[in-house]
């Protein structure tokens, strides 16, 4: 008799998602630049940085966590719509003073690269995810 051992099957988890991790940590780095704004910047600018920015993960989470295919790609596009938003909030930020050329550059990085790895999650869906 011979007895075959099957691996435990691994599931593909929310934090395995580059996209998702990389906008995590974003959407916390802003949260802490914007917290040291004063009053009017942090009211205007800041709280739709903020919004902008944690929208992107929240929406890669969301959309994991739907069943259908469509589902999930159309919270991933959502994503992408709040990831090309907080270009606009960063640049803003940057061109009124509110946050350093390096600051600047780091979130710039981020905000580029979000999207071509959400292009790559709903290639993923589209193509592998069986549903």
Known sequence: MTVTLQR???FLQLNDIDAYTRAF???NEVWSLVLRWDEFARNTIGRQFVRAVDSISANIAEGFGRYSKADKIKFYWYSYGSAKESLDWNEKAHRRGLVTEEQYRSIL?????????L??????TRQKLAL
């Not at 292009?119 to 993923?124: C, G, P, V, Y």
């Open 109 to 117: 990085t981020a905000l580029q690269e979000i999207p071509r790895e």
């Open 8 to 10: 435990p099957r691994k």
């Open 119 to 124: 292009h790559a999650l709903i290639k993923f």
């Open 25 to 27: 940590h974003l959407s």
